[in-house]
């Protein structure tokens, strides 16, 4: 089946850093990745759908500025925590779309998550 | 807007004994629902869809209109069915999901 990567899969950083996660694709295209959020105990929450080719699209009561989500290639999407502060550590999420022509759903391929702990 | 709700956090039942997780969701329009799965250490991935109606490992869901709601069932659990088990909703044209609380699921021998 399509396997989704994460890298790191687990990061700890000092608070005012910049973090960066990125999330691949390994033996399909993905025109689409999405990225979540859990909480200890908590269902996963979309933060953002990523584009290739074009600017995110954020849920409601995410900050863009402080979720930078990049989406260069087809198998590629890095989101960028800035600033991190203690509340955003958290369990990051993304998942990937598979390419393909035709309506209907594709179904969605997550990868294994990334631990973020902010000190 | 839409949500789903699981009520239940955990479930334990014996190996042999049925198994139902619930799920409900509120949505205007057509629901897509989707059963998803993470075994322990493991990533999550699809289970099944209502669409497909089709039964895996076991499981089967029936989509309600009337009571809302995409409960997961399996006549016989096993061991091996010991996991944390989300209920999804698609909406819209697109291929965002919503997803449901989670339930873990403890099949006891």
């Known amino acids: 089946g399509a396997v989704v990567s994460q890298h790191p899969s687990r990061v700890i950083c000092k608070s005012g850093t910049s973090v960066k996660i990125e999330c691949r694709s390994l033996?399909?295209?993905?025109?689409?990745m999405f990225w979540y959020r859990q909480f200890p105990k908590q269902s996963l929450m979309l933060m953002a759908t990523?584009?290739?080719?074009?600017?995110?699209?954020?849920e409601q009561g995410v900050e863009k500025d402080k979720f930078l989500i990049n989406h260069a290639s087809l198998t590629l999407s890095t989101l960028t925590v800035t600033s991190a502060h203690p509340e955003d550590s958290s369990f990051y999420i993304c998942?990937?779309?598979?390419?393909?022509?035709?309506?209907?759903?594709?179904?969605?391929?997550f990868g294994p998550g990334t631990r973020l702990t902010v000190l | 807007a839409q949500r789903v709700t699981q009520p239940e956090k955990l479930l334990s039942v014996f190996k042999g004994a049925p198994v139902e997780l619930k799920c409900n969701y509120s949505?205007?329009?057509?629901?897509?629902l989707f059963w998803y799965v993470q075994y322990s250490r493991q990533r999550l991935q699809l289970l099944l869809r209502?669409?497909s109606r089709e039964s895996i490992k076991g499981f089967t869901a029936d989509l309600n209109k009337g009571e809302t709601s995409f409960h997961l069932k399996k006549p016989f659990a096993q061991e091996e069915d010991s996991a944390m088990y989300y209920c999804?909703?698609?909406?819209?044209?697109?291929?965002?999901?919503?997803f449901g609380t989670g339930t873990q699921l403890k099949v006891e021998l």
């Open positions: 990523s584009n290739e080719g074009s600017k995110a699209t954020y």
């Open positions: 209502h669409i």
């Open positions: 998942s990937a779309r598979a390419t393909t022509s035709g309506g209907g759903y594709n179904e969605q391929f």
């Open positions: 033996d399909f295209q993905a025109t689409t």
């Open positions: 949505y205007s329009g057509s629901p897509e």
């Open positions: 999804a909703l698609r909406t819209g044209g697109g291929n965002k999901l919503t």
